[in-house]
């Protein structure tokens, strides 16, 4: 993701709105805050890293400065142009919108302190794992009366669903918790397999024995077919959940930590060797329909499933990492030796004897070294850390709570200019000695500008149907009476969280503007759209910046209308901001 240090636009209260003609008005009161922050801004390249440095005992180590900290990028030392310490990177409680206007800005939106998400995953864990869960969330919770730690409750199931946005309330935490229910499978099962094209009774043993053996052939490959079918939907499934945590998490200030309470991650991070390029990977990756399902194995097919999506997974990951988003995976199998592998798997299949058992522990303790090993990476790649086989759920919740006391952010500008989609190996270096420091390991150097393929209208569809804002691209909204039966909303965007295309001297912006309206039910009655794409000289484009994009949008208020929704999207990265609230507000 990319930033800067802007000036924050800010709208005051009682602020009027003075339309012009024309989608991109510029006039509008500001008041500025000169803050030590680090926000989104898509025509930078810088990257930042936090950095949680402790002593060997784990204690947080304070008091470091710029100086202190070396940074390379691809063994290659990198010049520190923003640094923030722990203390510094205290902020105050969020400040609410003004009457009448909504507002996702990161003051108005961001918890006080670093923002944790604790994420029940009933989508890869079966229902013990997500009682357990449960449980060990609620007992933590209890334990949060002084804390004053913000935290946010998020469920993985069909997808990502927000349970309770971010409070420092034990009590509100805990009625949140108590709200999720565990479940079982929430995937449709595949249509059964086909009737055996030979029919039993022939007359003859050995034809009878034919179609018997075809019958088991074809449960077989049902079976096996069944397993590749569930892990590709729960891997799809698990990468729009990433996304949509870099969507709600990305425009909010420094470090941001989440928990992810999971049985199973049903991906591979790859490649391993990061030096390996596109076109190498595409050459080791298994290609869907390459082979008969029918003649491989379900720990075969459940292998080559992992490993699908290669694209995707990077885009997911590079997004949680360049968004500052700590992954801290928790594994909620615990304390799982090989005798619990036998168990687990016995409590996964039908044969339970002899070769069959055997078999099946085996793939099952395949599967748990594989999910492990995902952990591990997604944790290396985004700064987190991973807790796994033990049986304290709220130790590894309190982890992540303590690393935002450790954690300096450090940030720079790449001497390597060439955004190529290839990964850069990060390294981190504190002068002190007996310091231990933790960071993310690399990024992809990815132009999501160059993404020419991408329909990032169906990225604005899910925001506009979650329950939470989206922060990447940051602003303010107010409605206004129109004639009867419309409304005239009126956007006022942080141009600062949009990207400028360079035009000959002038500065190109595209973006795309969306109002629905929804009933009580949650039902999309209408949506309108508005599209700015223009071109600017450089004095228009500094008010732009200066005074924010002011844009009006005009639309029909359907009977039984009760929710307005609102988004904001940068066509040229994909960025989005959304918000939601009571039509008239």
Known sequence: MLHSLPVRTVLSVGLVLNLVVGPTALTAQQTSDEVPSITIRATTRLVVVDAVVTDKSGQPVTGLKAEDFTIEENGKKQK??????????????????PPGVLSNHPENVSPAG?????????????????????????????????????????????????????????????????????????????????????????????????????????????????????????????????????????????????????????FDLIPEDRSVSDAELATLLPVNGSQAPSVRGAGAIATEERQLHAQEIKGAESGLASANIAVYPVDLRGLFGGGMVAAYSAGHNNDLHGAGLANAALGQSRILINSQGTMREIAAETGGKTYMNQNEIKLGVSLAAADGKASYAIGYYPENKKWDGKYRSIKVKVAHRDTEVRYRKGYFAVDSSSEKTINYEQ?????????????????????????????????????????????????????????????????????????????????????ILDHGMMVPLDLDVPAGTKELRLAVLDNRTGFIGSVSGPLGQ
Do not use: C
């Not at 949140?176 to 007359?203: R, T, Y």
């Open 80 to 97: 520190v142009t923003v640094f923030t310490s722990p203390e510094l990177a205290k902020k105050t409680a969020p400040v609410p919108a």
């Open 114 to 266: 670093p923002p944790t998400v604790l994420m029940i995953d009933a989508l890869n864990s079966p229902f013990k794992e997500q009682a357990y869960a449960r449980a060990e969330m609620l007992k933590y919770a209890a334990e949060q009366n002084q804390s004053g730690q913000s935290i946010a409750v998020v469920a993985l199931t069909d997808r990502l669903h927000v349970l309770q946005q971010f409070t420092s309330d034990p009590h509100v935490l805990l009625t949140a918790i108590k709200n999720f229910k565990p479940q079982g499978q929430i995937l449709q099962p595949m249509p059964p397999p086909a009737e055996s094209s030979i029919p039993i009774d022939m007359g003859g043993a050995g034809q009878a024995a034919l179609a018997i053996a075809e019958a088991q052939q074809q449960v077989a490959s049902f079976a096996n077919l069944q397993i590749g079918y569930d892990l590709e939907r729960r891997t799809l499934i698990t990468i729009d959940a990433m996304r949509s945590l870099t969507r709600m998490l990305g425009g909010l200030q420094g470090r941001k930590n989440v928990v992810w309470l999971t049985a199973d991650l049903p």
């Open 459 to 543: 990225n604005v569809a899910a925001v506009l149907t979650f329950n939470a804002p989206a922060t990447e691209v940051s602003f303010m909204a107010q409605t206004k009476p129109a004639q009867p039966g419309k409304v005239r909303v009126v956007f006022l965007v942080d141009a600062h969280t949009l990207s400028a295309e360079d035009a000959g001297g002038s500065k190109k912006m595209n973006v795309n503007l969306y109002a629905s309206l929804f009933d009580s039910s949650g039902k999309n009655l209408t949506t309108r759209s508005i599209k700015v794409d223009r071109t600017f000289d450089v004095g228009t484009y500094q008010q």
